[in-house]
C-alpha cells in the first residue's frame, strides 16, 4: 500500500517475448488453432497452406486429434521435417529423423541428455563442463542429479569469447575431483550476448574428440544474430564438414525451442533435440528414459512444426510470414544496438557488442562503501544494487551472480524484448539510478 516512486513494475528478468508485447506470429497461431480445432479446417478465414500443414500433423495423430499421446520421440511427420529443416539450415548435411526427439521446450531435452549420462560417485562422478556465465538451467539440472559443475570461464575483455585454453584448465583441474565427461556450450550465449566464429567452433570440436566429452549444443538461439560479420554456425555442420574421424565419433546433443528466435512461444513448450554418435544401447535408454514422461505437450510438437516448416515462397502466407519474422528480428537488432550504446554511455558500465541472443550483460561498478553495505545485508553486491534499482525505479533484472561471474567483477542480466519506446524509457532509468548510485556510495 506505500507509494512507489514508480507506476508499474518493468520485468526485463525473462526472455518472454509475448509477455513483453511481441505479436505472435500468424501463421503459426493458425496452424496451431486448425489443430485443435479441426471444425475450422472448413472455415474460409484460414489459408489452404496453413490448413494443409495442419491436416498432415493431425493425420500423425491417434485418432486425428491433439488430445492423444504421440509415440515418446514425438509425432514422426514432425521428425522428419525437424530432419529436412536441419539438412536446409546446414547445406545439405544429412539429418535422421531417428535421431530426432521432440521435447517440452529445450530444457526437458538438456535435462534428459544430462540424466542419462551422469554417472558415478566420489571423484568417478560425472564432471559437466558449463560456460560462466551460464544459463542457470544447467547448474540447477547438474546440482539436481547430483553431478559435478566444472566452471569455465568465457572471456569478458575478448567479447566473450570461449578460448579453448581455458577449456584444457578448467578440465585439468577437474580430473582431480571428477570425471569430466560432458562440455555445454551456448551459442548464441545467454547471458552473454555472443555469436561464436567459425575458427572457435572448430577449436572446441577438436577440444571434446581430443578428450573423449559428449557435446552439448544449446543454440535455442540461433535465428537471433544481429551484428555485422557475425552468424550462427551450427555445431552439427562444422562437425560433418571437420571431417568423418569427427563426424563418426564425437558425441553430440543440439537443441531447438520454440521460445526463441522470432517466434517467441514460449508457452507452448515446443523443442528439439538432434543426438548423434549415441551408442544404440543408450539410445534404447533414452528412448526408455523419455517415454515415462509419455510424450511433449502435443500442441507445443505442432508449432516446433511450423517453425521447422514454415511457408516457402509461392504459398499465399509467404508473404506475410517473412514480412512478419523479419520485422520481429530486425526490432531486435536495433534494440541490441541501442541497449549497448545507451549502456556504454554510462560512467561505471561497460557492454559488450551484443552480437545475439536477447540479452544485455553490462558490467557494473559497485562502490567499496556498496558492497560493505551489502554485507551487512548478506547480500551479494549485485544482488543488492539489483534490488535498489527495482525498490527505486520498478526495474527488474537479473545479478550476475545468478549466472556466475569472475571474482570481484558485478554484472546483470536484462533482456531487450520490451518495446522500443518501453526499451529507451527504462535504459535512461537505469542511468538515473547508476549516477545517483555512484554519487550516494563514493
Known sequence: GIKKPFTEVIKANI??????????????????????????LDSPSF????????????????????????ASQGINCIREDVASYIERRDGGVPADPDNIYLTT?????????????????????????????????????????????????LDEEN????????????????????????????????PTGQVQNRKCIEDVIHFAWEEK???????????????????????????YEMGPEYYNNVELASFHSTSKGYMGECGYRGGYMEVINLHPEIKGQLVKLLSVRLCPPVSGQAAMDIVVNPPVPGEESYAQFIKEKESVLNNLAKKAKLTEDLFNKIPGVHCNPLQGAMYAFPRIFIPSKAIEEAKAHKMAPDMFYCMKLLEETGIC?????????????????????????????????VKDFHIKFLEKYA
Request: aromatic share 8%.
Open 159 to 190: 567479447c566473450w569469447a570461449l578460448n579453448v585454453n581455458e577449456l584444457r584448465r578448467a578440465l585439468n583441474e577437474a580430473k582431480a575431483y571428477c570425471n569430466p565427461k560432458v562440455l555445454c556450450i551456448i551459442n548464441p550465449g545467454n
Open 397 to 429: 533484472v537479473v545479478p550476475g551472480s545468478g549466472f556466475g561471474q569472475r571474482e570481484g567483477t558485478y554484472h546483470f542480466r536484462m533482456t531487450i524484448l520490451p518495446p522500443v519506446e518501453k526499451l529507451k524509457i527504462l535504459l535512461e532509468k
Open 47 to 70: 489459408p489452404e497452406d496453413a490448413k494443409k500443414r495442419a491436416r498432415r500433423i493431425l493425420q500423425g495423430c491417434g485418432g486425428n486429434s491433439l488430445g492423444s499421446y504421440t
Open 15 to 40: 526472455g518472454d517475448a509475448h509477455a513483453m508485447g511481441q505479436r505472435p506470429i500468424t501463421f503459426l497461431r493458425q496452424v496451431v488453432a486448425l489443430c485443435t480445432y479441426p471444425n475450422l
Open 213 to 239: 566429452l559428449f557435446l552439448l549444443a544449446d543454440e535455442v538461439y540461433q535465428d537471433n544474430v544481429y551484428s555485422e560479420g557475425c552468424q550462427f554456425h551450427s555445431f552439427k555442420k562444422i562437425l
Open 105 to 153: 521446450g529445450a530444457s526437458d531435452g538438456i535435462s534428459a541428455i544430462l540424466k542419462i549420462l551422469v554417472s558415478g560417485g566420489g571423484k568417478s562422478r560425472t564432471g559437466v563442463m558449463i560456460p560462466i556465465p551460464q544459463y542457470p538451467l544447467y547448474s540447477a539440472a547438474i546440482s539436481e542429479l547430483d553431478a559435478i559443475q566444472v566452471n569455465y570461464y
